[in-house]
């Protein structure tokens, strides 16, 4: 899977993104060819709201946009659209997962067809290793280097009084908080369209999602095990029929899960909060800093 190192200011970091991924950019926004360059250019009143909703609440966010548009040489506005189309229905992943055995904490979701394996250094505040679209500044599943995780899940937004989708959060989380305390409080309290949640995990073995599907946004406590997206997995059975000895049986477990859930949806990628790691298919466990 392609790496991405990314570092400094906002504009830099996207930068960054468009001077290793500037084809992948281009193909996700439809500017690989003459006629999907000709509607990226276009302009709609949607996305003008979303832009201007991101450059209010979300204002790292939409830096990283303007360094990444600048950098891949596409329209700003088509990389908006592709941030609504990500938090869109049917976006992956279906599925988030956490659980916790002993010290071993993991929380996992299935790799999106598309995705790479992101650092990301932003200048004064959090490092974290994330595996993430290549045309968005916010991850799929990261964890940052105090050991904070998070994991999205995409669901239809509904704008509001805020256009931008609630999967924002997870960026302003990763890089700004070590504890899920203070991210949940973060979550809660700003402006996002309603549709999607995140799932949160620290290092102490703390878990716990926040849902925005809904009028009014609730938190989901894990204990001992958290499932988003799936309706089969809502119920703790696929839990208590465990029989988890290990870190390893653990991820097993998550792995077969992800797997009744979501089939087809692909092999998982798994966080270790503790160890501050991420781990895609057929890959070693990459930490926060080599």
Not at 148 to 170: D, E, H, Q
Request: proline share 10%.
């Amino acid at each position: 899977m392609q790496r991405v190192e990314c570092s400094g200011a906002p504009r830099d970091l996207g930068g960054d993104q468009a001077s290793a991924l500037r084809i992948e950019i281009r193909r996700a926004v439809g500017a690989a060819h003459p006629l999907g360059w000709m509607l990226a250019l276009r302009r709609d009143a949607a996305t003008t709201r979303l832009l201007r909703d991101l450059r209010r609440h979300f204002p790292h966010q939409a830096e990283w946009l303007e360094g990444m548009a600048r950098g891949a040489g596409v329209p700003l506005p088509a990389l908006v659209r592709a941030i609504a189309r990500e938090a869109g229905v049917g976006a992956p992943p279906p599925v988030v997962l956490a659980a916790a055995f002993g010290d071993a904490l993991r929380v996992a979701c299935p790799v999106p067809p598309a995705a790479v394996l992101r650092r990301a250094r932003p200048e004064g505040r959090f490092a974290s290793v994330e595996l993430a679209l290549p045309a968005s500044p916010t991850p799929v599943l990261a964890v940052n280097e105090a050991g904070l995780a998070v994991a999205v899940l995409p669901r239809g937004s509904v704008p509001g009084r805020c256009a931008a989708p609630a999967a924002l959060f997870a960026r302003d989380c990763l890089e700004r908080f070590e504890r899920t305390a203070p991210a949940l409080e973060w979550c809660m309290a700003r402006p996002a369209a309603r549709g999607g949640a995140l799932l949160l995990a620290d290092a102490t073995g703390e878990r716990v999602a926040v849902d925005t599907d809904g009028v009014r946004r609730r938190v989901i406590a894990a204990a001992p095990a958290l499932a988003l997206g799936a309706p089969m997995l809502a119920a703790p059975d696929w839990w208590k029929a465990a029989r988890v000895t290990s870190a390893a049986e653990l991820e097993a477990l998550l792995a077969t899960a992800l797997a009744s859930a979501a089939p087809g949806a692909g092999a998982p990628a798994f966080v270790d909060p503790v160890g501050r790691r991420l781990r895609v298919p057929g890959e070693d466990w990459l930490p926060v800093f080599d």
